[in-house]
C-alpha cells in the first residue's frame, strides 16, 4: 500500500518489559505467574486440545467447542474455537515476559514447540490461522466481522515481539512479518485489495508494536489504514457478507455499535458496544495518534475518554456491566450484582490510558489506569496465580468464584501478561524526558534521547505512599522528570536531596522537574494516604445511599469471612478517622481497613418482611480487604457499596 507521510514522533513511548526489573508487590505478583500461572495456562491448552488444532502434523481434530446461536435458534458462523490462535498467543506472551523474570528451560523449551507449530503451519504466501488452514481451508478473509482472523494476527503479532524481546529469537517475530507482510498485500485502498478492518479490534495497535520493534514503516501505515477506514461507507461488512451470499440482518448482533463500526472513527463520541473491541480500537487510535502526531485522533478520543470515565465506568475501573454484549448500555447503569466488568476489558482500558499518556503526562488518563490495574484488572487473577475471573461484579451472595478455566479463556492469559508485563506501564520515554506514571518497587534502565538513566523507585506502595527514587548517571545529564501526583491525594510532599521542592511546576497532575542531574541524585515523595468514602452520581440507581470504602489506589469491599452474612446490614459513619489498618498475612500482608459501624438488627424480628417498628441497630467493627483480594479465602457473600449513615 501507499505509505503515508513518515511520522514525526514527539510522544512518550513505554519501556520494554525487560528494561524494568520490578520488585514488592509487583515483583511478588510477577513471581507468581512465572512460578505458576504460565505453565498452568501451557497445561490448560493442552487440556483443551489447542495444540491439535495449530500443529499440522497432527491429524484435523473435530469442532469441540458449539457454534453460537442467532436469535431464531439457528446456528450462526462463529464458535469459541476459530480464535483458539489469540488464547495460545496470549500464553506465549505470558510465557515470554516469565521467562526474563525467571529462566525456565522446560517453560521455553514447550513455547519453542509451539512456535515450530505455527511456522510450519504457515501458507507459502504468508496466511496463517489455524481454523483457516485446518478447520475451514478455503475461507480465509470472508468474514472479517465475525471471524476474528485480524483478531488473532493481532495477538501474535504482539506475542512474537515480547518473545524476541525477551529471548533474542526471531523465529516468531520473522513469521508474523510474513504475515504482516501478506495482509499489508490483502489489505487497503489500491485495486485488487479489500477495503475491509476486523470486526473485533487489536491488529492496529499490534502492527503499531509490530513495526516499532522492526522499524518497517508499512506496518504502522496498516495500523493507520485500518483506524481510517473503520465505519466508511459502502459498510465493508454490508458488502462481504453481500459477496458470502448472506443477508446483513441474520447477524446476531444487530448493529454495528457493537464493534463500534457504525459510523467513522473521527465521528464517534459515545462509548458503545462491545467493551473490550472499544478499548482496543482506542488503543490502537491512540497509538496512531502519537505515531503521525494527529490532534484530530487525539481529540476524539478525549471526548470519548470523557464519555466513558464520568458515565459508564464502575469504582474498580470495570467496565461493561451487561453479559448480553459483553460491553455498554445506558449512562449511569452500573448495576453491582450482576455486573459484568470482563477482566479483558479493564485490562483494555489500562492499555488505553496507557496510550493515551503518548500524547504526554496528564492525570487524567493515569489515575484511571492504576484505578482499573489495581481494582478491575488484579481481580482477575487469584493471589497464588492458578484461577481467574472472567467477570467481576461488585455484589455476590457468595456464588461467584474464580474459574480455573472458561469455555472463552481469553482472560486467563490477558491478565497474565498484563501483570508480568506491568513494568513497562509504570514509565514513559520521550526525547527529552521520562514520566513516572506508576509507582511501585523497581529498578528501570532508561534513556531520556541520547543519555541513559537508571531509575531505582523503593517503596512499599500501595501499602503506604512513601516513594524513594534514586537517580544513577554516568556523567551529569539535562532532562527532565515527571512525578504523577495521583488525584486521591490531597497533601503531597517532595524533596530533591533533602530540600523541600515546591509544585509551582505541576502540570496536569504532575509535578515537573527539569534540571541538570547528577549521579545519586535523590528524590523523595509523600503521598499520604487518607482512608476515604466515595459517593457515586445520583443517577447510579444501584448506589443511591451507599459509599465504597477507599485508601490510596485501592478500593476496598466487605467479606462475609471477615462480618458474617447479610453485608447490607452493615452502615458505615460519615466519620472515618476511626478507622485503623491491619496487615493480614494470609492475603499477602495486605492492609485491611478496621472500621466501627452499625449493624441493622432486622433479621430479629422473627422472620417479618416487613414492619412498622423501625430498625435496631448494634455497634460493631466492620473489616474491609482491597477489592482485588476477595475470593482468595472461604467462600462467601461479598460487598464494594456499603449503605452510608446520613
Not at 519453542?112 to 490461522?129: K, R, T, W
Not at 478491575?376 to 455484589?395: H, K, Q, T, V
Request: charged letters at 25%; one cysteine or more.
Amino acid at each position: 500500500m501507499t505509505s503515508h507521510e513518515r511520522p514525526r514522533f514527539s510522544g512518550f513511548r513505554p519501556p520494554a518489559v525487560p528494561d524494568v526489573e520490578m520488585r514488592g508487590f509487583w515483583g511478588n505478583r510477577i513471581d507468581a505467574v512465572a512460578d505458576k500461572t504460565a505453565m498452568i495456562l501451557y497445561e490448560r491448552c493442552v487440556s483443551a486440545g489447542m495444540f491439535d488444532q495449530i500443529d499440522p502434523t497432527r491429524p484435523v481434530p473435530p469442532v469441540k467447542m458449539p457454534w453460537h446461536t442467532r436469535a431464531d435458534g439457528t446456528p450462526d458462523t462463529v464458535n469459541v474455537q476459530m480464535f483458539w490462535d489469540s488464547d495460545v498467543a496470549k500464553v506465549i506472551e505470558t510465557a515470554a515476559y516469565a521467562l526474563y523474570r525467571k529462566p525456565n528451560p522446560d517453560l521455553e523449551a514447550k513455547i519453542d514447540a509451539i512456535i515450530v507449530m505455527f511456522a510450519d503451519l504457515q501458507q507459502p504466501d504468508g496466511y496463517m490461522n489455524s481454523w483457516f488452514v485446518r478447520m475451514q481451508p478455503g475461507q480465509r478473509w470472508n468474514n472479517l466481522r465475525d471471524c476474528h482472523e485480524l483478531y488473532c494476527a493481532g495477538h501474535l503479532m504482539e506475542a512474537a515481539v515480547a518473545y524476541f524481546h525477551a529471548t533474542g529469537k526471531r523465529k516468531l517475530l520473522d513469521v508474523m512479518c510474513r504475515y504482516a507482510d501478506h495482509i499489508d498485500e490483502t489489505f487497503g485502498p489500491n485495486p485488487g485489495q479489500k477495503p475491509g478492518y476486523c470486526g473485533h479490534e487489536e491488529i492496529e495497535l499490534a502492527l503499531i508494536r509490530l513495526g516499532r520493534t522492526t522499524g518497517e514503516q508499512r506496518y504502522l501505515d496498516l495500523a493507520r489504514y485500518f483506524v481510517e477506514q473503520r465505519g466508511q461507507q459502502p459498510h465493508y461488512f454490508d458488502v462481504e457478507a453481500a459477496a458470502r451470499g448472506a443477508a446483513p440482518s441474520q447477524w446476531r448482533h444487530k448493529t454495528y455499535l457493537y464493534n463500534q463500526s457504525h459510523i467513522p472513527v473521527r465521528e464517534q463520541t459515545k462509548v458503545v458496544g462491545h467493551a473490550v473491541r472499544a478499548m482496543y480500537l482506542y488503543s490502537g487510535m491512540a497509538d496512531v495518534a502519537t505515531e503521525f502526531d494527529d490532534d484530530s485522533l487525539t481529540e476524539t478520543l478525549k471526548g470519548l475518554w470523557e464519555d466513558l470515565t464520568s458515565k459508564q465506568m464502575y469504582v474498580t475501573g470495570g467496565i461493561g456491566p451487561a453479559a448480553s454484549n459483553e460491553g455498554f448500555t445506558d449512562y449511569y447503569d452500573l448495576p453491582n450484582e450482576t455486573a459484568y466488568a470482563e477482566t479483558c476489558a479493564a485490562v483494555a482500558l489500562m492499555m488505553w490510558a496507557s496510550r493515551m499518556l503518548g500524547r504526554g503526562p496528564d492525570r487524567h488518563y493515569a489515575d484511571i489506569m492504576e484505578q482499573a490495574l489495581y481494582n478491575g484488572a488484579l481481580s482477575g487473577l487469584s493471589i497464588d496465580g492458578e484461577r481467574f475471573f472472567y467477570d467481576n461484579p461488585l455484589e455476590s451472595r457468595g456464588d461467584h468464584h474464580r474459574w480455573t478455566w472458561h469455555r472463552c479463556p481469553c482472560c486467563p492469559p490477558n491478565i497474565a501478561r498484563t501483570v508480568a508485563a506491568i513494568g513497562s506501564y509504570m514509565y514513559g520515554v520521550a526525547a527529552d524526558g521520562i514520566a513516572v506514571h506508576l509507582y511501585g518497587s523497581n529498578t528501570a534502565r532508561l534513556s531520556a534521547g541520547a543519555t541513559a538513566v537508571t531509575l531505582t523507585q523503593e517503596t512499599d506502595y500501595p501499602t503506604n505512599g512513601r516513594v524513594g527514587i534514586t537517580i544513577s548517571l554516568e556523567a551529569p545529564a539535562g532532562f527532565a522528570l515527571w512525578l504523577r501526583v495521583p488525584g486521591w491525594c490531597e497533601v503531597p510532599a517532595l524533596t530533591l536531596n533533602g530540600k523541600p521542592v515546591g509544585q509551582s511546576e505541576m502540570r496536569d497532575g504532575y509535578i515537573h522537574l527539569k534540571r541538570e542531574w547528577q549521579n545519586g541524585d535523590r528524590l523523595e515523595l509523600e503521598l499520604p494516604m487518607q482512608v476515604r468514602a466515595l459517593h457515586a452520581h445520583p443517577a447510579v440507581r444501584a448506589d443511591l445511599g451507599r459509599v465504597a470504602i477507599a485508601r490510596g489506589p485501592l478500593i476496598y469491599c466487605a467479606e462475609e469471612v471477615d462480618n458474617d452474612a447479610d453485608l447490607n446490614a452493615l452502615i458505615v459513619p460519615e466519620d472515618l478517622t476511626p478507622s485503623t489498618t491491619v496487615e493480614m498475612p494470609e492475603l499477602g500482608g495486605a492492609l485491611a481497613i478496621d472500621l466501627p459501624v452499625r449493624r441493622e438488627l432486622w433479621p430479629q424480628r422473627s422472620g417479618r418482611l416487613y414492619d412498622t417498628h423501625p430498625p435496631e441497630f448494634a455497634e460493631t467493627v466492620a473489616r474491609f480487604v482491597p477489592y482485588h483480594l476477595w475470593d482468595n479465602r472461604d467462600p462467601g457473600q461479598m460487598l464494594v457499596w456499603i449503605r452510608g449513615r446520613r
